[in-house]
């Protein structure tokens, strides 16, 4: 416990006042020696503390991971990267989809030599994040993170009415 309190302080330091750090799981097992012919033997136990941590600032990811595992971290995964308030890009997505939605709608019918009229029924097919999800393992000094890209998308469903 004494050796999570220390990575956690130092991560505090690091990432300062807005540090976005909590504990997402923890667990105690029993370890056992097991020898044929042999009742198990307790020999202890081991614990698991699991912390997300949340970095806002990209610059600091790489330093945040090698503060933890110089901390005592000995196990780094899940590292993720989205954007902090999704929302806005999610309505922006939508709104891309059902103008694409309306123009493929025209398209088919013009094809069939047709107009379309009003919208008779529209629906949100999704809009999501894809978050880019990366590995990342205990490493020297200075790891590079490279974020990559954050998809947005959404799909439309739409139906028009057909005009002559």
Same mark, same amino acid.
């Given at each position: 416990?004494?050796?999570?309190?220390? !990575?956690?302080a130092?991560?505090?330091?690091?990432? $300062?006042?807005?540090?976005?750090?909590?504990?997402?799981?923890? &667990?105690?097992?029993?370890?056992?020696?097991?020898?044929?012919?042999?009742?198990?033997?307790?020999?202890?136990?081991?614990?698991?503390?699991?912390?997300?941590?949340?970095?806002?600032?990209?610059?600091? @990811? $790489?330093?945040?991971?090698? *503060?933890? *595992?110089?901390?005592?971290?000995?196990?780094? &995964?899940?590292?993720?990267?989205?954007?902090?308030?999704?929302?806005?890009?999610?309505?922006?997505a939508? *709104?891309?989809?059902?103008?694409?939605?309306?123009?493929?709608?025209?398209a088919?019918?013009?094809?069939?030599n047709?107009?379309?009229?009003?919208?008779?029924?529209? $629906?949100?097919?999704?809009?999501?994040?894809?978050?880019?999800?990366?590995?990342?393992?205990?490493?020297?000094?200075?790891t590079?993170?490279?974020?990559? !890209?954050?998809?947005i998308?959404? &799909? @439309?469903?739409?139906?028009?009415?057909?005009?002559?």
């Amino acid at each position: 416990a004494s050796q999570v309190e220390i !990575m956690l302080a130092q991560l505090r330091t690091l990432l $300062g006042a807005s540090a976005e750090l909590r504990t997402v799981s923890y &667990s105690l097992t029993a370890v056992y020696r097991t020898s044929p012919g042999a009742a198990p033997v307790l020999t202890g136990y081991q614990a698991s503390n699991i912390v997300e941590v949340t970095v806002a600032d990209l610059s600091l @990811v $790489g330093r945040a991971i090698d *503060t933890a *595992t110089q901390g005592g971290a000995n196990n780094v &995964s899940s590292l993720r990267f989205t954007v902090k308030d999704e929302h806005p890009l999610q309505t922006q997505a939508l *709104t891309q989809a059902a103008r694409r939605a309306r123009t493929q709608a025209e398209a088919i019918a013009a094809g069939l030599n047709v107009r379309i009229g009003a919208v008779l029924s529209a $629906g949100e097919g999704g809009a999501y994040v894809v978050p880019v999800d990366r590995s990342a393992a205990a490493a020297a000094p200075a790891t590079p993170v490279e974020p990559g !890209m954050v998809q947005i998308r959404a &799909s @439309v469903s739409a139906e028009f009415e057909i005009l002559p």
